[in-house]
């Protein structure tokens, strides 16, 4: 069973960056699709980016060139950094995983674990 902890969310003035991880248990990152996604409130949850076993990535257009995917499979730990913040970023983020030796992908229905969510404000 998977069990997924986000941390590193925090408010932040538009054009800042955070880094958020995901600390994850129960199976090793490095043989699964990892994702994340986030959403506000009243709309449904998006994907923001993915990362397949194969350590290939895959991008939402609105965050393409500002965030980068990645993981450390010596810490069992997925990160996610955000530059150029605006504050249509501002939503509570999520980590999941899919099944092993996945491709990455942005279909949220390919991830069967979610995390609690870090919350993530900008502010213009």
């Known amino acids: 069973q998977w069990r997924l902890v986000e941390s590193g969310g925090g408010s932040v003035q538009a054009g800042g960056s955070l880094r958020l991880s995901c600390a994850a248990s129960g199976y090793s990152i490095s043989s699964a699709r990892m994702g994340w996604f986030r959403q506000t409130p009243g709309k449904e949850r998006e994907a923001v980016a993915s990362i397949g076993s194969n350590g290939g990535t895959i991008y939402a257009d609105s965050v393409e060139g500002r965030f980068s995917i990645s993981k450390d499979n010596a810490e069992n730990t997925l990160y996610l950094q955000m530059n150029s913040l605006m504050p249509e970023d501002t939503a509570m983020y999520y980590c999941?995983?899919?099944?092993?030796?996945?491709?990455?992908?942005?279909?949220?229905?390919?991830?069967?674990?979610w995390g609690q969510g870090t919350q993530v404000t900008v502010s213009s």
């Open positions: 999941a995983a899919g099944p092993l030796f996945g491709w990455p992908t942005l279909n949220k229905d390919d991830f069967g674990y």
